[in-house]
């Protein structure tokens, strides 16, 4: 269970300022300050925040098999970043990471990106905008894109033979509407925390370590209902959005006998790669990210009844069609006094379920977007044009692997799926999010070590680029 940590808060560490010290031994201070949550992540999802402030104060645990943010409760905020790469150089790469992780580290703690110094004539290794705040169990997810392993033709940093072959390119889908400049990455980092401004600081921190080795790409924010944890948030259609999801429990004993996986699956079923994978991707998982802008405006005008056949649930409760409540089974035969389906054919959870992609699933954790209005053309009737919401679902799914999960699902659903016609998918990508570390590892660290060596690597020093970057007296 995630607990408080007053020493390592950003309070605590201000407390601290002008102290030399703190100034000097970043490496020992940053590897006591990764707690081992080894044991939580087997118990799978976390228990959401009961603390005080509000869950505020509560930390999530950095090290562990598995990258918080992925079966980590839902925070209510995210700030996502796909970065370029821009360095020639395969250890300024791994620097990277090393920064990287020694920064998340210490931000999910609760502490500035890297210890401040007392120079006021130099910039700030912290930009400082969460100073005072509480950790508010901030997750840093960190992918690689598959231009991380080969970029224009390129094996520009001798990866390309390490490439998962989960790690596909996304192949085109009926009706993408893919801008470039809000699509794909070499890099991703999520950051999530119940408050905004603890997500937004620490990508900013990230970005701010990168410079000179890789430049952001396309950012998204993200939120989520603040609803009671125990409930299912809303997302901007009215509807409960993410009931029908693999849930934390180890593969049912009586699965390999009888062949047949239970619904939902668990995360190791579903979510964590495991031997299938190179050795830096186990406990690992393939994301897709896709910002999904959605017609409000449309949907606003549509009938309550045709919404709820168009998802296959019911608006108020959640439950399927037919259904009473929110967790009842979805029967997807069930039929009404003509015998017609009382999901319908393309409704779609009918689409979307398990039972109808030959068992296929993946773990949801998706968030809402509002970013203003701009002028849209619709794709649908009444084919309206003009200034129309910017907002939607900043979808993520996280799997095994995606060609058997997002891709086997999606592609069908791209064509048939009656929610198409109010949602439009307009960027997103597929990033290879490695294993979690434990103290003392930077994140991909195996990854490198297989291409580079483990001497070549160990002899990286986390030392910022840029000389106003963050860190510039860290050592990992
Ligand atoms: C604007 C876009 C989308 C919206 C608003 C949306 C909304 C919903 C809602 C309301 C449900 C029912 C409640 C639940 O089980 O969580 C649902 C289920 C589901 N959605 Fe979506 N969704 C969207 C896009 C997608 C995409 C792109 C996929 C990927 C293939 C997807 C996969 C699923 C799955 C797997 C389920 C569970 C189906 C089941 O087994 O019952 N959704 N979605």
């Known amino acids: 269970m995630a607990g408080r940590c007053p020493m390592s808060s950003r309070r605590g560490f201000l407390a601290a300022l002008g102290s030399a010290a703190a100034a ?13 949550n080894s044991a ?9 925040s009961q603390g005080e402030g509000h869950g505020r104060a509560l930390i999530e645990p950095f090290a562990g098999d598995h990258q918080g943010g992925i079966a980590t409760a839902l ?49 700030a290794a912290d930009s400082g905008d969460a100073l005072g705040l509480a950790p508010a169990r901030l997750t840093v997810t960190f992918g690689f894109g598959p231009g991380l392993f080969m970029s224009a033709e390129q094996d520009r940093y001798g990866l390309a033979a390490y490439r998962p072959e989960a790690l596909v390119d996304l192949p085109p889908f009926t009706g993408d509407q893919l801008q470039e400049a ?26 701010r370590l990168a410079q000179g080795i890789a430049q952001i790409r396309w950012a998204q924010t993200g939120f989520a209902a603040n609803f009671a944890a125990e409930e299912t948030p809303r997302n901007l259609m009215g509807f409960k959005d993410g009931t029908q999801n693999p849930i934390a429990r180890k593969p049912l004993e009586k699965t390999a006998e009888t062949g047949v996986r239970s619904n939902p699956g668990s995360l190791e ?24 802008r959605i017609a409000l405006e449309h949907w606003d005008a549509t009938p309550v009844d045709f919404q709820e056949e168009t998802i296959g649930r019911h608006k108020d409760s959640g439950a399927p069609i037919g259904g009473t409540s929110e967790f009842d089974p979805l029967d997807l035969d069930a ?24 068992g296929a699933e993946m773990l949801r954790r998706s968030y809402s977007y509002n970013d203003g209005v701009s002028f849209t053309a619709e794709r649908w009737p009444p084919w309206r044009q003009g200034m129309m919401y910017d907002a939607g679902l900043l979808f993520m799914c996280y799997q095994r692997d995606p060609r058997t999960s997002f891709i086997k699902i999606f592609g069908p659903m791209s064509q048939f799926d009656m929610l198409n016609q109010y949602a439009t998918h307009v960027g997103g990508g ?20 297989a291409a580079l060596g483990t001497t070549a690597v160990a002899a990286v020093e986390a030392k910022p680029l840029a000389p106003h970057a963050a860190g510039d007296k860290t050592r990992y």
């Not at 796909?82 to 992780?101: G, H, P, Q």
């Open 24 to 36: 000097a031994g970043a490496g020992p201070q940053v590897r006591a300050a990764i707690p081992d």
């Open 40 to 48: 939580k992540a087997e118990r799978g999802i976390t228990p959401p």
């Open 75 to 123: 925070q209510s905020h995210t700030y996502m970043l796909a970065f370029d790469l821009t360095t020639k150089s395969v250890e300024d790469v791994v620097r990277l990471m090393k920064l990287w992780t020694l920064a998340a580290a210490r931000m999910t703690a609760g502490e500035t990106a890297a210890p401040l110094d007392t120079d006021r004539s130099a910039p």
């Open 182 to 207: 809000r699509t794909g990455g070499d890099l991703s980092v999520q950051a999530c925390a119940d408050d905004p401004q603890v997500a937004f600081h620490a990508a900013r921190q990230l970005a």
């Open 269 to 292: 079923d579903v979510v964590w790669v495991a031997e299938e994978g190179p050795d830096w991707m186990q406990g690992g998982s393939y994301m897709v990210v896709r910002r999904i």
């Open 335 to 358: 039929t009404d006094a003509d015998g017609n389906p009382l999901i319908a054919e393309h409704a779609h959870v009918r689409m979307a379920a398990a039972a109808s992609n030959d």
């Open 430 to 449: 597929l990033f290879a999010c490695p294993g979690g570390v434990r103290p003392g590892e930077f994140i991909g660290q195996k990854l490198f070590e």
